[in-house]
């Protein structure tokens, strides 16, 4: 089982920052990518990044230039700065974690997705 915990979502003006959290916990033999998508009312879900095992970033084109993701050095909590927001980034924003688990002996691949934070930013 994995559990991931998600914090840092609230309420801020266009042009503000903010700094959302992810940790991941649980019977984790390694973790191969952890990021966050969003999904806003009315559209479709859309990456908004991502950071894998070699350290290899991907940011989704909406927030390039103006949100990081980075983690901690034990590799199970990752961070997105996120700034310059505008009002188009207002989203439910959603963490994963792509992981190989330990059950019962065997190794197997598992992707947990976190409850969601939102993210409001009023102009």
């Known amino acids: 089982q994995v559990d991931l915990v998600e914090s840092g979502g609230g309420l801020v003006q266009a042009g503000g920052s903010l700094r959302l959290s992810c940790e991941a916990s649980?019977?984790?033999?390694?973790?191969?990518?952890m990021g966050w998508y969003r999904q806003a009312p009315g559209r479709e879900r859309e990456l908004v990044a991502i950071?894998?095992?070699?350290?290899?970033?991907n940011y989704g084109d909406a927030v390039k230039g103006r949100f990081t993701i980075c983690r901690d050095n034990a590799g199970n909590t990752v961070f997105l700065q996120m700034n310059s927001l505008e009002v188009e980034d207002t989203a439910v924003y959603s963490c994963?974690?792509?992981?190989?688990?330990?059950?019962?002996?065997?190794?197997?691949?598992?992707?947990?997705w976190g409850q969601g934070t939102l993210v409001t930013v009023s102009s």
């Open positions: 950071i894998r095992s070699g350290e290899t970033k």
């Open positions: 649980g019977s984790i033999f390694s973790i191969n990518g």
């Open positions: 994963y974690v792509d992981t190989t688990i330990v059950e019962a002996g065997d190794y197997r691949f598992l992707v947990v």
